[in-house]
């Protein structure tokens, strides 16, 4: 398992930590941190996760409840939840990632920490997110 894909599964139990109690994000990290202990070269990927998803969760949400149509985002389990934040996140924020590979990862989050459905639903909703974010651009570019 890669060191980003580790980095993910921390950033997810962080998130997943801070559902429960919304402390600050700093102190959630160091929280789990301590009682999980994961590799420290995993760490700075991770914070830079939670703390982007933490910066922009009111439009990682918006975004998420329009390609879900018929979910509420507080009807969606806190783990398929989170897991789509960071794909989102990553998806419009983190320009060094590959759009596939974000998808791809955050369905195998699905798939080990959620449900049956959780794979597909997640690949459903970030595919759509990704697709509309690509419209947008494709949209805003000058036409020559």
Excluded at 13 to 20: G, K, W, Y
Excluded at 47 to 73: M, P, Q, T, Y
Aim: glycine share 6%.
């Amino acid at each position: 398992m890669g060191k980003r894909h580790q980095a993910r599964e921390l950033a997810l139990q962080v998130l997943f930590h801070m559902e429960f109690n919304p402390d600050d994000p700093e102190e959630s990290f160091r929280i789990v941190c301590e009682n999980f202990a994961p590799p420290r070269s995993i760490r700075p990927f991770s914070k830079e996760l939670v703390f982007g998803v933490c910066r922009h969760r009111e439009d990682l949400d918006r975004l998420i409840g329009k390609a879900s149509r018929n979910w509420k985002l507080h009807r969606m389990s806190r783990v398929d939840r989170n897991i789509l934040r960071v794909g989102v996140f990553e998806l419009i924020h983190m320009e060094d990632i590959p759009p596939k590979v974000s998808i791809d990862e955050a369905v195998e989050l699905g798939k080990r920490f959620g449900t049956g459905e959780s794979g597909s639903f997640i690949n459903g909703i970030l595919d759509y997110v990704y697709n509309t974010i690509q419209g947008e651009t494709r949209e805003t570019e000058p036409i020559e």
